[in-house]
């Protein structure tokens, strides 16, 4: 039964951030860490659902927060929610590239082992073929993670 609140809770978030009128993390002035904080310790203490709703509640003002979408990729993808975990990690790498000009190893082997856990690693190999696609660190990317025989 806890799933299933769970699950539901998860739907009304994902609705609730998609329709949201959101504002970059990175252009604004004066942020609080603070909660990106909470949710790493609610994380890293095992509270799934402590760190889902404390993350959406970040993703509603900020849609390019990569760590917050790291952080609720990863606590999905530990209540099996993985579909949504992996769009999630998908765009903290995106977020992440975009603000830094880089790809964040945590993100991208975190990706690449729940993929390989759930068994979709054509969905994660074609993720890193459009992004290689975009630039050169995104081919160089793809070159290293082949050669490094994790695609």
Same mark, same amino acid.
């Given at each position: ?36 904080? !909470? +949710?790493?310790?609610?994380?890293? #203490?095992?509270?799934?659902?402590? *760190?889902?709703?404390?993350?959406? $509640?970040?993703? =509603? ?16 993808? !530990? +209540?099996?929610?993985?579909?949504? #975990?992996?769009?999630?990690?998908? *765009?903290?790498?995106?977020?992440? $590239?975009?603000? =830094? ?35 050169? $660190? ?14």
């Amino acid at each position: 039964m806890a799933n299933i609140l769970l699950k539901w809770k998860i739907q009304g978030w994902e609705r609730k951030i998609r329709a949201a009128n959101r504002t970059s993390f990175y252009k604004e002035e004066s942020v609080s860490l603070g909660p990106i904080i !909470k +949710v790493e310790k609610a994380y890293k #203490a095992g509270a799934w659902s402590e *760190a889902i709703d404390e993350t959406y $509640k970040i993703l =509603m003002r900020f849609d390019d927060m990569s760590d917050a979408h790291y952080y609720l990729g990863m606590s999905l993808a !530990k +209540v099996h929610e993985v579909p949504l #975990a992996v769009e999630h990690l998908t *765009a903290a790498i995106r977020s992440h $590239k975009k603000a =830094m000009d880089s790809y964040d190893e945590r993100y991208v082997d975190d990706l690449i082992n729940i993929c390989r856990a759930s068994g979709r690693e054509s969905e994660v190999r074609k993720f890193f073929e459009g992004l290689a696609g975009l630039d050169a $660190k995104g081919k160089l990317l793809l070159e290293r993670l082949k050669y490094q025989g994790k695609l």
